[in-house]
């Protein structure tokens, strides 16, 4: 296995595994809510991303119906491949119930739909993440991320993201 293939995977599996709890704010870093199960990142990569897995650097630049996405840096992201990682924690916690830490990946206020805040999310939770966000995050391709000027997105808009600073946004969410 050459080198660069051996540090994609690892990097791929560190962001499920000791350091997967951590996000960075104002250069501190807050500790997540981590459960064992997100440890084994395989479990939480549908079949068509086991090659993302593999090679999180893959080519994304041409989707499969032929559209050509807007760059990563047009969105606002500088490090792809840490968003994508981003991504595979989001989905351990979504799969493993953790509601708190999803909820700390939000921005507030939260404008669609409108959250004023943490605790009125956490009263929501059910109903923002219901079936149709909960799959759309889950089967996301991660080579296959829309993104624009306003951020990137998951599952044709069910859920917007931005990067702020090192943290990863949940900015959006249409559950209909």
Not at 17 to 36: F, I, L, M, R, Y
Not at 55 to 73: C, H, K, Q, R
Not at 161 to 174: A, D, E, M, P, T
């Amino acid at each position: 296995m050459s080198r660069l293939l051996l540090l994609s995977v690892l990097m791929a599996f560190t962001a499920c595994g000791d350091g997967a709890g951590k996000e960075v704010a104002n250069g501190q870093e807050d500790t997540v809510a981590q459960s064992p199960a997100t440890s084994n990142a395989r479990e939480l990569i549908p079949a068509h991303d086991q090659q993302a897995a593999l090679d999180p650097l893959g080519d994304d630049s041409v989707f499969t119906d032929g559209s050509i996405p807007a760059s990563w840096e047009n969105a606002g992201f500088s490090d792809p491949v840490g968003f994508k990682q981003f991504l595979i924690r989001l989905r351990g916690w979504v799969t493993n119930g953790q509601r708190d830490s999803v909820a700390q990946v939000v921005d507030y206020p939260l404008r669609n739909p409108k959250i004023a805040h943490q605790q009125q999310f956490l009263q929501q939770y059910d109903s923002l993440f219901n079936e149709k966000v909960r799959t759309a995050l889950l089967q996301q391709n991660l080579r296959q991320i829309f993104r624009r000027d306003q951020g990137a997105m998951i599952g044709d808009g069910a859920v917007w993201f931005r990067q702020s600073g090192n943290r990863y946004l949940i900015v959006g969410i249409n559950n209909k």
